[in-house]
Every structure is written in C-alpha cells, then in structure tokens.
C-alpha cells in the first residue's frame, strides 16, 4: 500500500485532516476535525489502539454488538469508530459542543479491504481501464445554500462525537493489483473526475483537473494504491 495526499486551499474554510497510514499495518485512518484539532488525533489513537490488539484476537471482546451481516473486519472498525464517537462525546461534547469529526477507515486483509466511513472524504475506486467508481458516497449540506454558479463554503453533514451514536458506513470489497481508492473532500465532483482517462492520475494530476474546474471550491485529495 501507498498513500499519497494534499490539500488545496481558499478563502473559504475546509480543515485539513490529520492522517494516520501504517503500511505495515494495512491501516489508514483520515480524520477530519470542525473544532478542536485534539480530537482528530484522540479518535485516531482510539482507534487504532482498538484495532491492533483486536483484529488478530479470535477471543476479543466487543464492547458493542457484532453484525452478522458484515465481514469480521468491517466489524473491527465499526466497532472502532463507535469507541471513538462515544470517546469525542463524553470528553469533549457531553455539556457543551465543542468539536465533531469526519472520519474514514479503512484496512486491507488479503485481497479484501474494508473501511468505516462518516462524512468527507467520499471514496471511489479507481481501476484500470474503468471510470472512477464511487463506492461510499457523502452529501455535503452545503449544497443546499449553493445555487447553480456559487457553491456555499463547505459544511459536514455526517460526523461523529455529537451524538451517542452515529450512523457508519461500513462495506468490503476485493481490489486487484494495480487498484486505487481515491478519497475525496469537495462540496462538488465535477463530472471530469469520472472519466476513463482520469483513473489513473496522479494526485498532483487531479489538484489540476479540479482546480481547472472550479477554483473557488476548497478540497482534499488522497491517493490510496495497492
């Protein structure tokens, strides 16, 4: 696994994400934080920790339920990012709301991955010879004060620490050699982010090709290969 990432920044407000990529560990965790910069980085020990001593643990105990209908591994950072929702709500939202996170997950196991996701980046895959597929996908609610020449600032519509519970998206998928998952986080993807002759460009590549788009749209982009 590789990762390659970077951000293109505005007047307009996007935070920048803090990151976590262990290669040796099959592990990426990109955590967005709209308030105390802290709590990406408590969210991402929390999770991490949970992850490298439960993954390989057949006896491991799970403080939330498993969900038969998912991998072994998704349940893993499911239950992950539930310990670190519920980690952001009681230290640092429980009387007063003082930041929230978007969040993705995501890890390899053999020829599968699997990831958890709420919020930004959305994730698409990228193959050979194929358009960029979007397989988890984020409304950003901006969109509903933007009109059809002015995109709004951007603004989370999922996250997680607000609440006792959050809603996750959580999915596996086989990847070939050669696969990419690209992680996005616009307010908008420009239809010239879908074509064929796009799924395999650099990131620097695609900073141009969405700058050339828009250039008043603030936006991270990462670059997952395998």
Not at 52 to 79: E, G, K, Q, W, Y
Request: net charge negative; proline share 7%; glycine share 4%.
């Amino acid at each position: 696994m590789k990762f390659d990432h970077q951000i293109y920044s505005n007047n307009l407000f996007r935070p920048k994400p803090e990151i976590h990529f262990s290669p040796d560990e099959n592990l990426l965790i990109v955590a967005t934080p709209w308030g105390n910069r802290n709590s990406a980085k408590k969210a991402i020990q929390t999770i991490s920790d949970f992850v490298n001593s439960s993954v390989d643990d057949p006896d491991f105990t799970s403080p939330f339920s498993i969900m038969s209908c998912i991998s072994s591994l998704a349940n893993h950072l499911r239950i992950a990012v539930m310990l670190a929702n519920d980690t952001i709500y009681q230290e640092d939202n429980k009387n007063e709301y003082t930041t929230c996170l978007e969040i993705v997950v995501i890890m390899k196991n053999g020829p599968q991955i699997s990831w958890a996701h709420v919020g930004h980046p959305q994730i698409f895959l990228s193959r050979q010879g194929l358009a960029s597929q979007p397989i988890s996908t984020h409304y950003d609610i901006s969109l509903n004060y933007s009109e059809p020449n002015r995109i709004a600032p951007p603004l989370a519509g999922e996250f997680i620490g607000v609440y006792p519970t959050s809603n996750i998206n959580v999915q596996t998928i086989h990847v070939h050699s050669g696969d990419s998952l690209l992680l996005l986080s616009r307010s908008e993807v420009p239809e010239s982010f879908f074509g064929k002759q796009t799924s395999q460009l650099s990131v620097s590549s695609y900073i141009e090709l969405l700058t050339n788009d828009n250039p008043g749209i603030p936006f991270w982009i990462g670059k997952l290969d395998f």
